[in-house]
């Protein structure tokens, strides 16, 4: 997506050798024109398998997410959540995921009460690393009985290994732009 990789390019920082800050536009301060071109996007990716449900992560899979579902029928948009809260609902579907940006484990939770066996679930992140949020929401769905249709992914550090580790789950990893190499603070995409 020209759009992505332009903005990503003006506006991305390279911290160290692998990690990409896009906190003026993806990760913090959020542009919504942006949002909305990202998700007619993964609507074109994904067109024709009858999503019922997004599923993402909390926090910054959220608003992509919302705005991407406007694009797939207003279907309902559900957030894995990272810390346990009195409000949430007793019987969850847990997955241990092991955090790339913070590298510790945690435990992800979505409600039975929202995802069933009916389900085709798209999932969506911003980033995808070595594919651990992936693996972690597919096994939600999975454990409901419900369909994965694919992850749409916003931008995919192609040097590390999620995608293959993803694609090997049998999951179809959609990337909106693809990221060959930060060398030097330089980006360099696949296309
Ligand atoms: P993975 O689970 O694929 O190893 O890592 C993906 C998750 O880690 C995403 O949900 C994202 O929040 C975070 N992440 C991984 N790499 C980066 C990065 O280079 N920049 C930012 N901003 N987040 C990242």
């Known amino acids: 997506m020209q759009l992505l990789q332009d903005r990503i ?6 911290i160290g050798s692998n990690i990409l800050k896009v906190d003026s536009f993806l990760n913090h301060q959020l542009d919504i024109a942006l949002f ?3 998700g007619k996007e993964f609507k074109r990716l994904f067109n024709g398998c009858e999503v019922t449900k997004i599923l ?3 926090a ?11 694009y797939f029928n207003n279907v309902p948009v559900i957030f894995a959540k990272k810390y346990i809260g009195i409000n949430m609902d ?7 995921v092991f955090s790339f940006t913070k590298n510790k484990l945690y435990k992800i939770r ?3 009460n929202y995802i ?19 693996l972690g929401l597919a096994n939600a769905v999975r454990q409901a009985g419900a369909e994965v249709v694919g992850a749409g992914i916003v931008i995919e550090k192609g040097f590390q290994k999620g995608r293959g580790v993803v694609e090997k789950e049998g999951i179809r990893v959609e990337s909106l ?3 060959e190499k930060m060398d030097n603070g330089e980006i360099l995409f696949k296309n």
């Open 90 to 96: 007793n019987e969850n579907y847990e997955a241990e």
């Open 56 to 58: 993402t992560i909390e």
């Open 60 to 70: 910054s899979g959220i608003a992509i997410a919302s705005i991407t579902a406007q």
């Open 110 to 112: 979505v409600s039975k």
């Open 9 to 14: 390019l003006k506006d991305g920082k390279v």
């Open 36 to 38: 909305n071109e990202i």
């Open 116 to 134: 069933n066996s009916d389900d085709k679930v798209l999932i969506i992140d911003d980033f995808l690393a070595n594919g651990r949020a992936i």
């Open 177 to 179: 732009a693809i990221i």
